[in-house]
């Protein structure tokens, strides 16, 4: 079992950044990937990026490319996604996923997170 928990959410205005956090807890994440969703209201929900664990490799979503940087801290067993720049279109609920996968389709990944919101003021 893998426990995870999103923080760092919040209202934010347009322009600005966040850092959200994940927290990882429970078995060991040697082989797994950590991921990035968020889902606005209405919409499906979207891939952000992906990273491996054991080699901190990231991909990230056409959409974010540039402006979202995922990491992970092994130590702290932490996975990261700092938002730059930010739009009102980056509102949404964003959660961090963990599975044996680092493909961009939500239901492939075995853990999830309950989500952090966040919001972006015009």
């Known amino acids: 079992q893998v426990q995870l928990v999103e923080s760092g959410g919040g209202l934010v205005q347009a322009g600005g950044s966040l850092t959200l956090s994940c927290a990882a807890s429970g078995r060991t994440f040697s082989g797994l990937s950590l991921a990035w969703f968020r889902q606005a209201p209405g919409k499906e929900r979207e891939f952000v990026a992906v990273?491996?664990?054991?080699?901190?490799?990231?991909s990230y979503a056409d959409s974010v490319k540039g402006r979202f940087t995922s990491s992970r801290d092994i130590a702290k067993k932490t996975l990261y996604l700092q938002i730059n720049s930010l739009k009102p279109e980056d509102t949404a609920v964003y959660c961090c996923a963990a599975g044996w996968t680092s493909s961009a389709v939500p239901f492939l990944y075995t853990y999830w997170g309950q989500g952090t919101q966040v919001t972006v003021s015009s």
């Open positions: 990273t491996s664990w054991n080699t901190g490799s990231t």
